[in-house]
Structures are given as C-alpha cells and as structure tokens.
C-alpha cells in the first residue's frame, strides 16, 4: 500500500510505503506527481520504504517506471529513505543515468531527506 505523507513543504510530494504494492497503489501517486509537476514546472519526490522493494508487484514496478518516463525531464530532487543499503547505493548510482538529483537516507535522517528534496 502507498500513502501520501501529509504536511511536507509545498514544493514537494511524498509517498510512504508498506506491505504489498501493486500498479492500483499508484494512482494517488500518478495524480499528485502531476498536480506538482503542473503547480512547480519540476518535479521533488520522495519514497518512505518501510517495506522491501519485493513487496512491489511486477505492475506496481511498470507503472513505477512509467511514472518516471512521464515526468523525465522534471526530475529535480528525489530521495528514496530506507534502512536497506543497498536500495541506498542504487539510488546514489541511479542519480548518474536520469535526470535530477537522486539521493540515498536512511530512515533516522527523513528530516533531512524532507529538507534536501524540498531545498531547505
């Protein structure tokens, strides 16, 4: 399931995730993602994982990509906060291949995952 976490700066959207994740758990995302991309011009995201990467079904994956291919050259900021190391370095490495700026945190450092997406 994703959540949206509620109370982030304006200039930003964030999603929180636990249990199972299928494509259907993406259209909240989908829609807000747009509402920010139309608002901002760009696009600052982040991914609370208090799940495993396994736990997303092979739809919620596509339309994980899809999401990404939509909004491709909005990327600004995108953090992905974790307790999982190696989720961390692929996003790190990930920040090299796609546009924006992609950065690893651990769950202790959300504050300043929240504050490096939003610029603070």
Known sequence: MI???TGLPENMVGF???GEVTKDDFEIV???VA???EKTG???YLLFLDNSPKDFTMGA???D????INHITKWNRAAI???SDAVIEFTDAFSKVMPGEFRGFHKADYNSAVNWVSGK
């Open 30 to 32: 989908k829609q807000q």
């Open 16 to 18: 929180r995730s636990e």
């Open 65 to 68: 990509a899809l999401l990404g």
């Open 61 to 63: 994956w596509l339309q």
């Open 35 to 37: 509402s920010l991309v």
């Open 3 to 5: 959540t949206q976490i």
């Open 81 to 83: 906060v974790s307790d």
């Open 42 to 44: 760009k696009l600052n």
